[in-house]
């Protein structure tokens, strides 16, 4: 069974512009959770998608925006970049349903100069 | 509203010798509690994780960790570590019931020692 995969793994970006990251769930997987990892912040919550609909929130600002496909397929978005959006940003997916595990993605290295 | 806290973010530790990595929680819902380990440049990976009855989890590479509800604890320990041990830990909480979200400790970096 395939993992989790997450496009690309490595961007470079400058301030003021936008990024797209993609993330392909695990089969059969209807939930996609996104994270962004900072050294000294651990893993901080962006937002998680179940059946295309986002089931879950965190603190972060509009910027940042997700959306879910019919295959299960997401997508984050983050706009206008700040030097501080530079991150690991991981994927996460699982069943979405009862006691479920998440399997994580490998990430996309974000650099923002 | 559920939180972790793990109080070390670096842990030092010579090769075969023990190590425990502290872990605690606050919710106010009965949740279930993980540990994920990652080593350079990848995502993480599930060691163990607690969900009901016995208190003492088994998990993968030879760790183990203990729920203690009392204390609030879920503290991660392997009796003899390996070089290859050497990655980041963390520890993440989720409600019981309902659509909780996962909430991740800020990790703690254990470095095994030749």
């Known amino acids: 069974k395939a993992g989790v995969t997450q496009t690309p793994r490595y961007l470079i970006k400058t301030r003021g512009q936008q990024v797209t990251l993609s993330c392909s769930p695990i089969?059969?997987?209807?939930?996609v959770s996104w994270y962004q990892q900072t050294p000294g912040q651990g893993l901080q919550f962006l937002f998680e998608y179940f059946s295309e609909t986002q089931r879950n929130k965190g603190n972060f600002p509009g910027r940042f925006s997700g959306r879910q496909f019919s295959n299960s397929r997401s997508e984050m978005n983050v706009s206008t970049l700040e030097l501080g959006d530079s991150a690991l940003y991981l994927c996460?997916?699982?069943?979405?349903?009862?006691?479920?595990?998440?399997?994580f993605g490998p990430g996309t290295r974000l650099t923002v100069l | 509203a559920q939180s972790v806290t793990q109080l070390d973010s670096q842990v030092p530790v010579f090769e075969e010798a023990p190590v425990e990595l502290r872990c605690n929680y606050s919710?106010?819902?009965?949740?279930?509690l993980f540990w994920y380990v990652q080593y350079p440049n990848q995502g993480l990976q599930l060691l163990l994780k607690?969900?009901?009855?016995?208190?003492l989890v088994k998990g993968i590479n030879g760790f183990e960790a203990e729920f203690n509800k009392s204390q609030t604890s879920f503290h991660l320990r392997k009796p003899s570590v390996h070089i290859s041990d050497t990655a980041e830990y963390f520890c993440?909480?989720?409600?019981?019931?309902?659509?909780?979200?996962?909430?991740f400790g800020t990790g703690t970096r254990l470095k095994v020692l030749a």
């Open positions: 607690y969900l009901s009855g016995s208190t």
């Open positions: 993440a909480v989720k409600g019981a019931s309902g659509t909780y979200k996962y909430i």
């Open positions: 919710s106010s819902v009965s949740v279930y």
């Open positions: 996460a997916s699982s069943r979405g349903q009862g006691v479920d595990e998440q399997f």
């Open positions: 089969s059969g997987h209807r939930s």
